[in-house]
């Protein structure tokens, strides 16, 4: 039963029906860390909701994905409460690598991760020098082809809701640059956010445009984020 569930859980979270949120923790070290060359993880969960009862084939199939998935993805564990009428929420946990152009550690064993990129060419943006996402890598079309064998209907989602838990630590605080996000229960259309050390914010990229486009940021850290007031007035604060 638990190689079931968990099966399904995969399937669930990366197939066809997207997941209800998948949440990255992540902090300035961990950034600072993955520029400076550093082989760098930070934790992830997906949580969503599944629907209805499996036949023995279908279970069979949820076998076989599940061993795509370890092969595709660090996963650690799951969570399930059951619900009502066969449905069940479910929350996976493992680790994404953190990739940037000098740090390429893991980045063909995990079809998803976290990228870190130099922003150039953008004067308006020069005070916010790197950008943030969740995305694929050159791993995913593999997964996605594993997956399509068993079910061509399971064929993988490239983009999934994301949300970010942002921790200024070790002595450096972050300026964040955002647009169409939720913040505090709140939607915004372009905005910085200032995270001092030892603090944390969370922001929600989900719905509208981002169930096309990978949620995204700007981001400055430590000295950096000097540049950001001496630049705050040619960014427009729009709420």
Do not use: W
Not at 191 to 206: L, N, Q
Not at 224 to 232: C, F, G, I, P, R
């Amino acid at each position: 039963m638990k190689r079931l569930v968990f099966g399904l859980a995969v399937a669930a979270a990366l197939a066809g029906c997207k997941a209800e949120m998948v949440e990255v923790r992540l902090s300035a070290k961990d950034i600072n860390s993955a520029l400076a060359g550093e082989a760098v993880t930070v934790p992830f969960s997906a949580t969503f909701n599944v629907l209805g009862e499996l036949d023995a084939e279908q279970r069979a199939q949820m076998d076989q994905l599940q061993d795509i998935a370890e092969r595709y993805l660090s996963i650690d564990d799951f969570q399930m409460t059951r619900g009502e009428y066969g449905s069940a929420e479910l929350e996976l946990e493992g680790e994404l690598p953190l990739i940037t152009s000098g740090n390429r550690a893991d980045s063909d064993e995990s079809a998803f991760a976290i990228f870190v990129e130099s922003v150039e060419g953008e004067p308006l943006l020069s005070a916010f020098p790197h950008s943030v996402r969740h995305g694929t890598t050159a791993t995913f079309a593999a997964m996605e082809g594993d997956m399509q064998d068993v079910n061509i209907m399971l064929a993988a989602d490239a983009v999934q809701p994301a949300q970010f838990r942002l921790r200024a630590d070790a002595g450096v605080d972050l300026q964040v640059l955002a647009g169409g996000f939720q913040l505090s229960g709140e939607s915004f259309g372009v905005r910085t956010i200032p995270i001092e050390d030892g603090d944390s914010e969370t922001i929600t990229f989900k719905g509208g445009a981002y169930d096309a486009v990978a949620g995204s940021f700007l981001v400055a850290l430590g000295e950096e984020t000097a540049d950001v007031s001496e630049q705050s007035s040619t960014v427009q604060k729009v709420k």
